[in-house]
């Protein structure tokens, strides 16, 4: 249960505080992790009372909470709401967020107090919430003191360590929850305990039995209500320098001595030092930017990105990424991790597929087709499936192989409803546990990795944009990235566009 908790939501009314964070805080509460004495308190320039704002969170937890509901608990829960009005960019705010504080907190307690930054607001305020709280002493001085944002964490290696150099000006490192929510997915977290909760897989888990890997995080929607963050971002900075290469560390580190969140982090670093650095030859030949055009999903048809609401008729922006990479280590030298995403693909779904290497010798001679491999997928979603792909002998007089799969699904298995992400990210925030929170290291050598690529790219736009069919699985150039190496993507039905 978390004690003398204070939670400040920077942008308390704003849409990600109300679909996500007020639902979820307010399922925590109704599964009793808040003593009696918690307090939340919304901050924006929008003026409101107490009591409006209460209102504003209550409709929120009744739109976007769906299951079990209660009006009493959720009004009580409502009573624990504050509202404070004002800029961040002002220095008369901190003056009253201090005041409002020292209300709520009972005079010598203040230094007990788990004492919650939420920074819900536009990335550009980050850096000037920080200054305001370390003018006003809100940061180190407060032990308890800890501060939560979203990515993304710079725009390039540069601004990231800039951005990292003032916050640990206020912050220590310990304090700093930068929020990668991907990884709070209950199938993600998955990945480690069945790698280091089952004995068998942990021999063939290296060069020596594995071919390659295969990470495919695929959206079907297009860039809806964001085409002007989108513009400025792109997919290689909002997917692949966080999810993407985070997901890369849980299949490629090693066991850590324990499940202490640096422990676990240290492995995830030492995987990023490993990747082999991109120069731009590389980054030519081994990576492929794309960009949907118009098409059609799920039968109906669908706009190009070009066409989207705040996007420029001629962007360069790209909606499509693949890549090659390699982890040198003694583990996977040899085994080529691809990476891909997108957005207008044919289906929403995230998978990692391992393929394991061919059998070393055609053991039932002529009589019998080639063996397919085995491989091995964790879907992440929207199934969260666990599917070991074997090959069996086809019934009947001959020798035919044929492929067969043993699937764990969490849903058949547990009858549980995973929790929403938020929940667990705000849970393990409140406690203090950074396990499933990036550290700056990591987030400083995934940039180094993939700085030279956004370069290169900048610099030699690809000439054919758009160059896939919305609907498609991305552009050719994607197909022969593997076809190159004799392997083929997994999803690849649809073909490219
Ligand atoms: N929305 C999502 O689903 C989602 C998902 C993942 C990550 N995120 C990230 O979460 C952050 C917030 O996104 P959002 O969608 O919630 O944005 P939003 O709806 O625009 O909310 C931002 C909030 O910040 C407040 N604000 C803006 N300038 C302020 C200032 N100078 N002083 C005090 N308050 C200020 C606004 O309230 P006033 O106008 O009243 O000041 C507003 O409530 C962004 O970094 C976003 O990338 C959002």
């Not at 397919?372 to 929207?382: C, E, F, K, R």
Request: hydrophobic fraction near 40%; aromatic fraction near 12%.
């Amino acid at each position: 249960m978390a004690e003398h908790l204070v939670m400040v939501i920077f942008g308390g009314a704003g849409d990600l505080a109300g679909r996500m964070l007020l639902p979820a805080l307010y399922s925590l509460y109704k599964d009793g992790n808040f003593s009696a004495s918690f307090s939340i308190i919304g901050v924006g320039r929008t003026a409101r009372s107490d009591e409006s704002y209460r209102a504003f969170a209550a409709s929120a937890v009744k739109k976007y909470f769906k299951d079990g509901y209660r009006p009493n608990q959720a009004a009580a829960f409502a009573r624990h709401l504050h509202y404070l009005t004002g800029s961040v960019d002002d220095d008369a705010f901190y003056g009253s967020l201090r005041e409002c504080l020292d209300q709520l907190l009972p005079s010598g307690e203040a230094h007990r107090a788990n004492l919650a930054f939420y920074l819900a607001v536009p990335p550009r305020l980050v850096p000037v919430i920080v200054a305001g709280l370390h003018k006003f002493s809100l940061c180190r001085a407060m032990p308890n003191a800890k501060l939560i944002f979203e990515k993304p964490f710079g725009h390039d290696r540069r601004s990231a360590e800039a951005l990292n150099r003032q916050i640990l000006g206020a912050f220590d490192e310990q304090q700093i929850f930068r929020i990668d929510h991907y990884l709070a997915k209950e199938t993600v977290q998955n990945i480690l305990f069945f790698r280091f909760g089952n004995n068998i897989f942990e021999p063939i888990w290296n060069t020596r039995y594995v071919d390659h890997v295969q990470i495919t995080v695929a959206e079907d929607i297009g860039v809806e209500q964001r085409g002007a963050f989108y513009e400025d971002v792109g997919v290689i900075r909002d997917i692949v320098q966080n999810h993407l290469m985070q997901v890369l560390a849980m299949v490629a580190m090693e066991p850590p001595a324990g499940f202490e969140p640096d422990l676990v982090r240290d492995e995830k670093v030492k995987v990023f030092r490993s990747l082999r650095r991109m120069d731009a030859r590389h980054a030519r030949e081994d990576t492929v930017l794309g960009q949907y055009g118009p098409g059609r999903i799920g039968g109906r048809p669908v706009r190009g990105y070009r066409s989207e609401n705040h996007v420029s008729p001629s962007s360069h922006a790209p909606t499509f990424f693949a890549g090659k990479f390699h982890v040198d280590n003694w583990r996977w030298t040899g085994v080529p991790f691809y990476l891909r995403t997108g957005k207008r693909l044919p289906r929403r779904t995230s998978e990692i597929y391992i393929e394991f290497k061919k059998l070393p010798l055609r053991s039932f001679g002529k009589a019998c087709g080639p063996m397919p491999p085995n491989g091995l997928a964790l879907s992440i979603q929207p199934q969260e499936t666990i599917r070991l792909i074997l090959t069996v002998k086809y019934p009947g007089m001959g020798n035919a192989p044929s492929q067969v799969s043993m699937d764990f699904d969490y849903g058949k298995s547990f009858r549980v409803k995973p929790r929403p992400v938020y929940e667990r990210v705000l849970f393990d925030f409140i406690r203090g546990d950074l396990t499933l929170f990036p550290r700056q290291d990591a987030v400083d050598m995934t940039w180094a990795v993939l700085d030279p690529v956004i370069k290169f790219w900048e610099a030699h736009p690809p000439a054919r944009f758009p160059n896939y069919a919305a609907g498609t699985w991305g552009p050719r150039e994607a197909f022969r990235l593997m076809a190159r190496d004799g392997r083929a993507w997994r999803f690849s039905g649809e073909g490219p566009g």
